[in-house]
């Protein structure tokens, strides 16, 4: 049966649909079959959307979400004492179950707060049973994810093949050692096996100074033929302007992480250089141990910082050119006739937000989770009224609470944020 999303305030994002004061959104097998003022569907099963924003689903293109059960411990962490904390001491003490209720927790927090597409960057396998259960976490969580397999140490080869081989398609990318924690040959290795496999890559870089290749990370792999469009650079901070223009002449996209890189103690975001280069940003949350699970902060604190960008670029950042950057542009980011029909409803009478003029402007500045009414993923309806459909949230935050109490006792540390671990000399 058709869906009609009928007379909302719809934020296309698609440049020909543009914002209609109040319009329809039809859904026909899972696709946008029309998006106009008005459309006569007739037999269609009807969503009201009076009083509600109509937009796309929102896109996070770097998350660690098997982090998701030691939530707000990191809110004043630096970067050394985020690597001495999650990856020197909780880290180790994680077993498969713990990875998947970490992921899938995460991941129903992001949809519950409209992330219909994000990207798992993942560097917690410390076996092959624990990339297994953060993949089996996400395909029970109703959303379009992507599989980031952050590879680390030699002979990965194999272990990317065969999960490969599980992850067909667009649902997995290569999580890059990078030139910054590794040689420029293991670089070249890892891109090529990346390109065998038809996988996109994404590698963290920020700082400079301090790592092997100084701080010309892209450069080097410039000169290599290592940047493609399939390149995603996370965070970015402390790359020069020439960097960036090889990043954008290749045709490769930055993933910027405003509310980490700021508290961590990264140079400033760089939105605005990103921009200057030719390069269309998207936004992360990164690790909720540090930052809320929602785009809705990490837009506001990118504009807060980057005077230079509007609401609708920041919008965007979080819709089309998220989606752009997962290699997904043709499928969501905007409510455009033949994508999938994955969409958010929010409600414009909250009194947060209420009278909305600039639909942009005020979700970008006052937007929060709570306004989430209603997400569609594929047309499916995951959410209504409030509420996730068809998950047993008791029994997951018990399992999940358990899990976080056992790894805890285990590494000897407090959760109620009194553990501050010494920074790392962070080399790597």
Known sequence: MDTLVRGGTVVSMDSAAGTLPRGDVLIRDGRIAAVAPGIDAAGAEVVDASGMLVLPGFVDTHRHTWQTAFRGLGARWTFGQYRVAVHGTLKPHYRPEDVYL??????????????????????????????????QALRDAPGHSIFCYGADGPGIAPEIR???????????????????????????????????????????????????????????????????????????NGLSDD???????????????????????FEPPITGRALAAGIRPSLSVDDCPSAGGDLFGAMRTAIAVERAVTARDVLGFATIDGARACGRGDRTGSLTVGKDADLVLLDAEDPAVFPVGDPAGTLVSAGHPGLVDSVFVAGRA???????????????????LASRDRIAAAAGIAVDGSWQPQEADVTR
């Open 102 to 135: 970490g992921n899938l927790s995460g991941r129903l927090e992001a949809l519950n707060s409209g992330v219909t597409t994000m990207l798992d960057w993942f560097h917690c396998a410390r076996s092959p049973e624990h990339a297994d259960a953060a993949i």
């Open 382 to 400: 995951v959410k209504r009224h409030g509420r996730l459909l068809g998950v047993d949230l008791p029994s997951l935050r018990a399992r999940l």
């Open 243 to 265: 960097q960036l223009a090889m990043l954008a002449d290749a045709g490769g996209s930055v993933s910027i992480s405003p509310d980490v890189e700021l508290k961590m103690g």
């Open 162 to 236: 065969r999960v490969r081989a599980l992850l067909p398609g667009d649902e997995m990318a290569l999580g890059l050692r990078g030139p910054v924690i590794s040689t420029m040959d293991e670089t070249a290795a890892d891109v090529a096996l990346a390109r065998e496999l038809g996988l996109p890559v994404s590698m963290h870089v920020h700082g400079t100074g301090g790592w092997p290749h100084g701080d010309r990370p892209l450069a080097g792999m410039h000169e290599r033929g290592l940047l493609d469009d399939r390149t995603t650079v996370v965070h970015g």
